[in-house]
């Protein structure tokens, strides 16, 4: 009734292509966006910010870029990790060795460093796909983890191999407070999205997706697939890499090389396949269901068990959280293979023909 | 249409929500709150298990004697499984829990170098007895850690003097080859710096393995020790790694009596199923063995278990790692004990007055005679600077069955300790832009 674009008229070729045609949309995603930037700060105590939001925020990042690479290029990695620490890492030896570089700057350089490494570990994909490429970006993966533990310049000699960083600043805003972080998390994020479903409506999505539909047929009509892939894995790199060093620097703040560990990888590409294949909402909703879902069940579980009279130990509850996690994944990939974004927009289109369904 | 139905259930779920995410009771005044950080899933289950029970029947015994001069503790698990970011979120979920966390006790090193960057700001101590960061002991830039009685730099030390004992002066530790087998984490790698120190001095060799978290997979490293044979193999291990260890040094004909284990490799979990094949392997203690005789241990038997309040198995009670939970509660409790003394008898203390209280700790032995922790182990004294407050170790042996003290006790070398303390300290202080406190302002 009220989500409907009737009498929406497009007038000029810019109004046809933006990016939320709808006008309920737009409003929608704008007062999304606004709430994030002044209501939640106002509303949410330390605890949501620190343990949920930005976590939440940071590894939807990471899961963008995942996706770019999986979801629009086709091309399956298992080392997103593995990027995600030559951000951080990279980062780090910029914000140190570097005296006064503006904080966002080394960001963007453990970024553009991820991106040159994922190069070098995308070229396997011009020769190998599916699961053999799978395995080969596994490789990205144990070389960084051996990397970090055994080069000791990379991790400025610290001597239990574990690096920490404080004193963040930007300009004069100086970040310490929970809503300091989120807001340059939420800043990001924004700014990395937009540049993401950007890029992929543009050209070299498109080039993308071609790659990904049938990379024969897509070199048949003028797509050089060294470009298409390389550029998906710099791409993807890049984001997963400031992902990575946001997730040093801000939500950590001391790291050892098991905060990227071959979970962190696996993690993401859950995050993307639940979410869903090949849209950048879907990073969001699967950020959100792998980040939010196990901590949420982990606190609500003995508070519903104390409801009936049980008692759970703390070991059961997270032998049950694990349970029920993995029962939900596959719940989601049978109801909807195509994730929780196909839902999404399944539930708009009903939507739009409420309440008189034909 | 179903939307009745829908609304029914949307508002039914907002009132279970509503109704479990409200905080319990708020009128909870008279109760320390003790967060307890744990790990009973994961790698290193076995292990935390026998911690995490100790902490909490320590807890529960202080209750039954009616609280800390009269304050009740009130506690809550939360399980980090050993990962660094869970272990964060369950800091971040107990720390403003039941008017404030008074003192976090993470058993991992990877947390404890998480949460030192956090402490500060919160304004709660962090005791870390028997691991972190080793130069944490400077409590003049490290304000918030307690590495309670021991450090790693400790061990390692001790390591290397029960050695040299053991070859008859230190002056024979010349040409010797020593192996750390290490747990390739924080955790493991925290012993290197010092290590390599006293081989230089002493001119030793020492040579690293480490071994990849979990450590179920040793092969390779045992096959370097058969090939170097190295005079002693030091193991830094945690967990399934220790066990592993010891079947591997058993299968490779590796003499276990060569082999020296920190203190968490140390304990009944990690030698109970190689049993006769880890006869002779010696591990440090922190202090204590396992202790099932002592009087503190038959007070939680008689005042928890008999009640049915215990927290883990009555066997496990007094075991080595049940006893390190336990003394770790102590030590806490001790500091709210300390703290009251100066800012009111039957108060609930702050986390900066716990840790005024952790600062100025002195457990003589009358005090630990009264705690039932004679025998146990030995005094600590902290001080503003000193946050470590005793560098004692004994070894024991386990002999096919059970763990026997097989020295005397010895103390780390402060000549070789402080300078790298100072050294790291200082450095991090550099990089965080920390100045430390000076003499003056530990007198406030």
Known sequence: ?358 | MKLQQLIRMASAALALFSSLTAPPVLAQAKEQFFPVLVYRTGAYATNGQQWANGYLDYLKLINAKGGINGVRISFEECETAYATDRGVECYERLKGKGGGATVFQPLSTGITFALTEKVPVDRIPLITAGYGRSESQNGAVFTWNFPLLGTYWVGADVAIQHIAKKEGGIAKLKGKKIALVYHDSPYGKEPIPILQELGKTHGFDVQLLPVAHPGVEQKATWLQIRQQKPDYVLLWGWGVMNSTALREAQSTGYPRDRMIGIWWAGAEPDVKDVAEGAKGYSALTLQHGAEPGSKVVKEILDLVYAKGQGTGPKDEVGQVLYMRGLISAMLGVEGVRKAQERYGKGKVMTGEQVRWGLENLNLDQKALDAMGFAGVMRPVQTSCLDHMGSSWVRVHTWNGSKWEFSSDWYQADEKVIRPMVMLASGKYADEKKIKPRTPEECRK
């Not at chain 1, 990397?147 to 004193?167: E, H, I, K, Y």
């Not at chain 1, 999205?193 to 070299?204: D, F, Q, Y």
């Not at chain 1, 009509?221 to 892939?229: D, M």
Request: proline share 4%.
């Open chain 1, 1 to 358: 009734m009220l989500y409907r674009e009737n009498g929406q008229f497009k007038t000029s070729y810019a109004a046809d292509q933006q990016i939320f045609a709808i006008a309920q949309d737009r409003w929608a995603i704008l007062a999304i966006i606004v709430f994030a930037l002044v209501g939640v700060p106002l509303l949410v105590d330390e605890y949501l910010f620190r343990a949920i939001l930005i976590p939440f925020l940071i590894l939807s990042l990471a899961a963008l870029g995942v996706n770019i690479l999986v979801g629009y290029c086709g091309q399956i990695t298992l080392g997103a990790g593995a990027f995600m620490a030559v951000g951080a890492y990279a980062a780090y030896n910029f914000h140190i060795r570097i005296d006064g570089l503006p904080l966002l700057v080394s960001f963007l350089l453990g970024g553009c460093t991820a991106a040159a490494v994922g190069i070098v570990f995308g070229i396997p994909s011009l020769r190998v796909r599916g699961l053999y490429l799978a395995v080969a970006t596994l490789a990205a993966q144990f070389f960084t983890d051996w990397v970090f533990l055994r080069v000791p310049w990379f991790t400025n000699n610290a001597s239990s191999g574990s690096v920490s960083v404080a004193n963040l600043q930007i300009l004069s805003w100086r970040i310490e407070t929970p809503v300091d972080k989120y807001l340059l998390c939420l800043t990001i994020l924004v700014v990395f999205a937009l540049l993401a479903k950007n890029m992929t409506r543009c050209a070299i999505g498109r080039q993308w997706m071609a790659i990904r539909d049938m990379d024969v047929a897509a070199e048949v009509i003028g797509i050089r697939p060294l470009f298409a892939k390389l550029s998906a894995f710099a791409v993807s790199s890049f984001f997963v890499g400031t992902a990575g060093a946001l997730w040093g620097f801000v939500h950590l703040a001391s790291w050892e090389p098991a905060a990227f560990s071959v979970d962190r990888s696996f993690q993401l590409l859950f995050m993307v396949i639940i979410g869903g294949l090949g849209s950048i909402m879907g990073s969001f909703f699967g950020a959100a269901f792998i980040v939010i879902l196990p901590i949420a069940l982990n606190q609500f579980l003995p508070a519903i068990g104390s409801v009936f009279g049980v008692s759970i130990s703390t070991a059961g509850v997270s032998h049950a959280e694990l349970i029920i996690f993995g029962a939900l994944i596959i719940f989601f990939l049978i109801k909807e293979p195509h994730g929780i974004a196909r839902m999404w927009s399944t539930g708009k289109e009903k939507l739009r023909l409420w309440p008189f369904p034909h």
